[in-house]
C-alpha cells in the first residue's frame, strides 16, 4: 500500500534546503516531492531522474511543462498509452492507460544533479511504488539513474545488468522486465543522443513486449 505524500520530506537536506529556497524564490510554484501519476494497476511502469526545475517542480506532475514532458507525453498518446491532450499542465485532464510515471528521485535537485546517496534514500519509495503495482509487468528506465534506481530496487547488480539504450531484459525480478532508453531531456535530443525516432522505436519494442508477456 502506497503511503501519504509527504510534502515535507527532510530525507536529503541538500534537496529539502534547494525545496526552501525555491519556494522562496518561486512561491507561485509547486515546490514539494512530485508523487508518481498514473494508473496503478497498470502493467508499464516509466521512471525518470528527477523532478525538474521549472517542470514537475513547478506543476506538481511528473515530466509535465518542461520539453522532457512535450517528447514523452506525446508519445505515450501516439502509442496509446495516454488519451487525452497534453498542455503541460497538471489541469489538463490528460489521463495515462495501463501506465504509470515516477522518478528515481522525488525532489528536484541543484542543476538537475542528483548524488548516490539521495538515490538510496528516495529508493524505499521506488520499492513501495512496484510492489504496489500489482499487474506490473515491464520498466522502462529513461536514464542511467533511473537504471540503477531500478536494479537497486530489486538488489540487483549493476555489472550483471548494463545500461544500454535499447536493450531489453526479460523477467528481472518475479516477472518483470526491464527496457532503457536515454533520457527525453531537451539536452539529450539536442546534442543527438537521443532522437525522436530513437524514443519511439524504443515505444515499438515496449508495445511488442507487452503484447508477449
Known amino acids: ?41 497498470g502493467s508499464f ?18 515530466f509535465t511543462g518542461d520539453y522532457a514532458g512535450d517528447l514523452l507525453y506525446n508519445t505515450l498518446i501516439s502509442y496509446g498509452f495516454a488519451k487525452g491532450i497534453y498542455k ?8 495515462l492507460i495501463n501506465c504509470r510515471i515516477t522518478n528515481a528521485v522525488r525532489c528536484v535537485p541543484p542543476e538537475n544533479k542528483v548524488t548516490g546517496e539521495e538515490v538510496k534514500n528516495c529508493n524505499h519509495r521506488l520499492q513501495e511504488e512496484i510492489l504496489s503495482m500489482k499487474k506490473l509487468k515491464l520498466i522502462l528506465a529513461l ?18 545488468f548494463p545500461f544500454i539504450h535499447g536493450k531489453f531484459y526479460k523477467d528481472i525480478s518475479g516477472g518483470i522486465s526491464l527496457i532503457d532508453s536515454y533520457h527525453c531531456s531537451r539536452y539529450n535530443t539536442n546534442t543527438g543522443v537521443l532522437s525522436k525516432e530513437m524514443f519511439e522505436t524504443v515505444f515499438k519494442d515496449i508495445k511488442e513486449h507487452l ?3
Open 1 to 41: 500500500m502506497l503511503q501519504k505524500e509527504d510534502k515535507e520530506c527532510s530525507d536529503c537536506l541538500r534537496l529539502r534546503d534547494y525545496r526552501l529556497l525555491n519556494r522562496d524564490k518561486y512561491p507561485h510554484f509547486y515546490n514539494s516531492p512530485v508523487y508518481s501519476f498514473g494508473d496503478i494497476d
Open 45 to 62: 511502469l516509466i521512471v525518470g531522474l528527477a523532478p525538474g526545475l521549472r517542470g514537475a517542480n513547478r506543476t506538481g506532475r511528473p
Open 88 to 95: 503541460a499542465c497538471k489541469e489538463d485532464g490528460l489521463r
Open 143 to 160: 536514464g542511467t539513474v533511473a537504471h540503477s534506481s531500478v536494479l537497486m530496487a530489486f538488489n540487483l547488480k549493476k555489472t550483471k
Open 211 to 213: 503484447g508477449k508477456l
